[in-house]
């Protein structure tokens, strides 16, 4: 018989991931586990850094999870950050190996299995009874789109991590599905809602068909009537905001010196899209670079640009304009302005950044992703009046104007706003405990 506590649910995300476990104040529900404990977060980076340096253990390889493996990457130690896992399911790296350093060879299977280990160790630890070798994994309605054979194979190769992490029965269950959960247990009657599921990496968008009388089915494919999404999201968003406001005293769409019998250039623009796109930041830190940039100055027509820019470069604080870029994103995101404090380049500088500024940086991709919900609702054959509900999760449906454009298309349904970090998961625990309970 099944033990009904030994179990977790875990949404695997490509950006981040979070774990549900048995709620012991009641029964047959799932609460979320806290994954890193300092300040104590829901969700952990889905996130390895292999260290270059240091003697393999029982687990493999010296390696660093979530957030710790980011802060490895931007304090610049030597080894491989990897970052974004989930994309290599259903494609031929799953079984092959990557370098991560020092001559050493993992195999992206075994990487994937490595944070599955660890995941299952935080749920242990936040108080998942033992020996917790049940999981429910959450799935998208498609890893590949239009390619049934190797859709399959990645569901194949996630489960085969799951079991070489330690659990025995692995179940699944499609994340919009799961996201749709907690408005599903709100219903009286039989709706068809739209779940926008806006996260980090992608926008998708499912039409999920929910309903009292189905809430207790374990098979909820044919409730899935569409699903689509673009790969544009919140780090697009935090490049074109960065690019738009913090780059610009830095340089950006600056123009050169004037000369006589020659207009005016602008400044060269790829150091700025390097270090307004995360995962390249460290490499305009390299000695190379450093030079080929110092040797620019003649360019600038305001060599301040330069001299802060240099500072940047040579103080590695890449990463950190990227995160103050962010956060003004998130201040403005309910609406109003912010102040950037950019202190830590030049004493006393600051920049104002306006909700207009934002919002026209952002206009070409909110457009992208208001049309995949139009598309999706159009692929379920189905008009937008015949939207129930707008179910809203995934931390950039934060974004205010983001999610008006989104539900102006559909003015006659009921707008709900789940937990954008936790509903997922969440979902996913409800389910695992229906399916184990029975």
Not at 206 to 219: E, F, I, K, Y
Not at 342 to 370: H, M, P, Y
Request: glycine share 10%.
């Amino acid at each position: 018989m099944s033990t009904p506590s030994s179990f977790c649910a875990i949404d695997f995300g490509t950006s981040n991931s979070a774990i549900a476990i048995p709620s012991p104040a009641a029964p047959g529900s799932a609460r979320m586990a806290l994954v890193e404990l300092e300040p104590g977060h829901l969700t952990m980076p889905t996130a390895v850094f292999y260290y270059a340096d240091g003697k393999h253990d029982a687990d493999g390889p010296p390696r660093a999870f979530g957030r710790a493996a980011v802060a490895a990457y931007i304090e610049g130690a030597d080894g491989r950050l990897m970052r974004s896992m989930k994309s290599i399911l259903g494609s031929g790296l799953i079984d092959q190996s990557t370098d991560v350093g020092a001559g050493r060879g993992v195999k992206y299977a075994d990487i994937l299995a490595g944070y599955l280990k660890r995941l299952r160790s935080k749920a242990l630890a936040a108080g998942a009874a033992a020996p917790l070798n049940k999981v429910v994994l959450g799935r998208p309605v498609f890893f590949v789109d239009g390619e049934p054979a190797r859709d399959a194979a990645a569901q194949a190769s996630l489960e085969a991590a799951a079991h070489a992490a330690g659990f025995d029965e692995v179940f699944f269950q499609f994340e919009p599905i799961a996201a749709a959960f907690d408005f599903e247990s709100q219903c009286s009657q039989e709706q068809i809602v739209l779940v926008a599921d806006i996260g980090g990496g992608t926008s998708d968008f499912s039409v999920v068909r929910v309903g009292p009388q189905r809430a207790q089915r374990l098979d909820r494919r044919e409730d899935i009537l569409a699903n689509h999404g673009v790969h544009i999201a919140g780090t697009d968003f935090d490049r074109h905001v960065e690019l738009a406001s913090v780059l610009r005293e830095f340089g950006y769409r600056s123009m050169g010196p004037q000369r006589v019998g020659s207009p005016a250039r602008e400044v060269p623009s790829g150091v700025y899209f390097d270090l307004a796109t995360w995962h390249l930041i460290n490499t305009v830190y390299s000695p190379q670079r450093v030079a080929e940039l110092r040797n620019m100055r003649s360019f600038y027509g305001n060599l301040q640009h330069h001299q802060r820019l240099m500072t940047v470069v040579e103080d590695h604080l890449g990463h950190e304009l990227a995160a103050r870029a962010e956060g003004a994103k998130i201040a403005v995101s309910g609406g109003g302005d912010t102040v950037i404090d950019l202190g830590v380049v030049e004493t006393g500088l600051k920049i104002e950044l306006s909700e207009q500024v934002a919002v026209a940086a952002l206009d070409g991709d909110i457009g992208r992703i208001v049309q995949a919900g139009r598309e999706t609702v159009a692929q379920a054959g189905l008009k937008p009046e015949q939207i129930n509900a707008l179910y809203f999760t995934g931390g950039s449906t934060g974004l205010r104007l983001l999610a008006e454009r989104i539900a102006a298309d559909y003015p006659q349904a009921t707008q709900v706003r789940g937990d954008r970090f936790a509903s997922v998961a969440t979902g996913l625990g409800l389910h695992a405990a229906r399916l184990f309970s029975q």
